[in-house]
């Protein structure tokens, strides 16, 4: 079993078990966060987004030297825009939307330059990706089986944005029985009063949906892992 460190958290500490557990990054992609991509396009601030980068990096610096599983998601759709429900095409009655040709190449599309994540968090080729079409990241992708498959009980969620597609899916993830930690230094909001609230909404009611903290206490646990030797990969070359 793996040994469980207490994190410094809201409402209360949060067990981590290091080996049940899944760093799972949310829609770092390049469209969300770049000057020029698609959400800038739209009129909003992505300096809002960009704050998240650096502890993001630190972040998986350490979950990477501890050997424990890290996942990322990107949000978009099929090239033929198949898995692209009208219903969210037509939102927004913006002259632009999704599919169409856009700053980094068709919005919110595989393969597409906009839709890739941003270079400061590539992934490893050992760290799964899912492509989700929808907010959450359970909707319409493999991501509980992979889950299951590892072994993981718990998840650390990061990424953008903090009430939507990170909420959605921690959401989701609680009802399917995971107990989520998120990181408010990690996650981010082109809205910062969405932000302040998304994250209300996670650790109210005794921690309705999860538990909040930041990327220190965390870090500070995965270096004492690596001190303590216990830390094995459960990942690497596995
Ligand atoms: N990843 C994610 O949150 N997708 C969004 O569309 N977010 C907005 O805040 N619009």
Redo the contacts with the bound molecule.
């Keep these: 079993m793996s040994k469980v460190a207490k994190i410094a958290a809201e409402p209360y500490a949060f067990e981590f078990a290091p080996h049940q557990c899944a760093l799972l990054i949310?829609?770092m992609q390049r469209d969300?966060l770049e000057p020029g991509g698609f959400g800038e396009m739209l009129g909003n601030d992505v300096s809002q987004l960009r704050r998240t980068i650096e502890p993001n990096k630190r972040l998986l610096a350490a979950w990477r030297a501890a050997g424990l599983l890290a996942m990322h998601t990107r949000?978009g759709h099929r090239p033929d825009l198949a898995d692209l429900p009208p219903a969210k095409k037509a939102r927004g009655r913006s002259a632009t939307t999704i599919g169409d040709a856009g700053p980094m190449g068709r919005i919110l599309v595989r393969g597409e330059p906009g839709h890739d994540i941003i270079a400061e968090l590539y992934p490893e080729p050992s760290e799964p990706v899912i492509d989700k079409p929808g907010?959450g990241a359970f909707h319409a992708t493999d991501l509980h089986a992979i889950l299951q498959h590892r072994g993981v009980k718990q998840l650390v969620v990061t990424?953008?944005?903090t009430?939507?597609?990170?909420n959605t899916t921690v959401r989701e993830a609680n009802d399917r029985g995971y107990e989520c930690l998120v990181l408010e230094d990690c996650v981010g909001?082109?809205f910062p009063e969405f932000h302040a609230m998304g994250l209300k909404m996670i650790k109210a009611q005794g921690g309705i949906f999860g538990w909040v903290s930041n990327s220190e206490p965390l870090i500070e646990a995965l270096a004492a892992l690596g001190e303590s030797g216990s830390s094995k990969p459960h990942t690497k070359g596995a």
């Design positions: 949310i829609d969300f949000e907010k990424g953008v944005t009430e939507v597609c990170v909001s082109y």
